[in-house]
C-alpha cells in the first residue's frame, strides 16, 4: 500500500494506539494518532485522512459524536470510518459507521478491515465502460481514442487547477473543475467525477484555503487512480 493512504487513529488509550499504528505501518500505511474526539475533529478541518479507526467509549466526547461531526465536513462524508471498542456497537447508530471491529483486535482482524476500504474497486469504482462506450457510438475504436485523448490530457489540467488553486483563483478553479468533469462523463471516470464535484463545493464555499488544497490532493489520487487503470486493465486487455 502507498505510503499516501492516511489512517487517523482514535483512542484514548495509548497502549491501542501504538498497537493499531505499529500494525498497520508494517504494511506500508501512514498513521497519525489523537487521544480524543475534540482533537479529531480540529484536525480534520485541516488534513485529508483516507480513513478514521474510532474508538467508541472515549471521555468528554465518543465515537459517535465526534464521527458525526467529522462527516459534517464536505470532504469527509464519503470517507470511511471503522469503530472500534469493547463492547458491542449501539445499533441505533451503526449507521454512521462502515464497519465495526470488537477489541481485542488481532492483526490480521484489522488488516482484513483496513483492506477492504483502502484497496480500490478499480472495476466499479474507477471506470464505467457502459457509459463511456454509449458516449463512443457504441464503437470500441472510438472509446479508446477518446479515453487516450483524456488521460494524455489530465496531468495538464490539474497541473493548471494546482496552479491556480495555490493562487488562491477560484473562479478559474471551478470552470476549469467543470471543463474536466464534462471529459469524465464522457470517458466513463465516475469517481473522479464525484471527487472534481465535491472539490468544486469545497472551493466554493472558500471558508479554509489548507482545506481545499487537501481535497485537490485526494481528487488528484483519484485521477492517478483512474488513469493506472485505463493504462493496466483497460488497454492492455484491447476489450
Known amino acids: 500500500m502507498s505510503n499516501k493512504f492516511s489512517i487517523l487513529i482514535v483512542d484514548d488509550n495509548i497502549i491501542n494506539r501504538q498497537y493499531f499504528s505499529m500494525s498497520l505501518k508494517k504494511h506500508g500505511y501512514k498513521t497519525t494518532e489523537v487521544e480524543n474526539g475534540y482533537k479529531a475533529i480540529e484536525l480534520t478541518k485541516t488534513i485529508q485522512f483516507n480513513m478514521i479507526l474510532m474508538d467508541i467509549r472515549m471521555p468528554e466526547i465518543d465515537g459517535y459524536e465526534t464521527t458525526r461531526h467529522i462527516k459534517l465536513l464536505t470532504n469527509y462524508k464519503n470517507i470511511p470510518v471503522i469503530a472500534t471498542s469493547a463492547e458491542n456497537i ?13 477489541k481485542p483486535i488481532s492483526p490480521t482482524e484489522l488488516l482484513q478491515a483496513i483492506e477492504k476500504y483502502s484497496i480500490p474497486a478499480f472495476h466499479e469504482n474507477e471506470f464505467n465502460k457502459d457509459t463511456a462506450l454509449k458516449f463512443a457510438y457504441n464503437d470500441h475504436e472510438i472509446m479508446h481514442e477518446l479515453i487516450t485523448l483524456f488521460i494524455k490530457d489530465l496531468p495538464y489540467q490539474f497541473s493548471l487547477l494546482e496552479d491556480n488553486l495555490n493562487h488562491k483563483q477560484y473562479n478559474v478553479c471551478n470552470d476549469l473543475v467543470h471543463k474536466i468533469r464534462g471529459s469524465c462523463k464522457a470517458c466513463g471516470a465516475e469517481r473522479l467525477d464525484r471527487k472534481l464535484a465535491d472539490l468544486s463545493e469545497i472551493i466554493k464555499t472558500k471558508i479554509n484555503h489548507q482545506i481545499i488544497l487537501n481535497s485537490f490532493s485526494v481528487t488528484q489520487q483519484t485521477m492517478l487512480d483512474y488513469s493506472a487503470y485505463i493504462k493496466n486493465e483497460l488497454f492492455d486487455s484491447k476489450k
Open 90 to 102: 449501539d445499533n441505533s447508530n451503526q449507521s454512521i459507521f462502515n464497519d465495526f471491529l470488537l
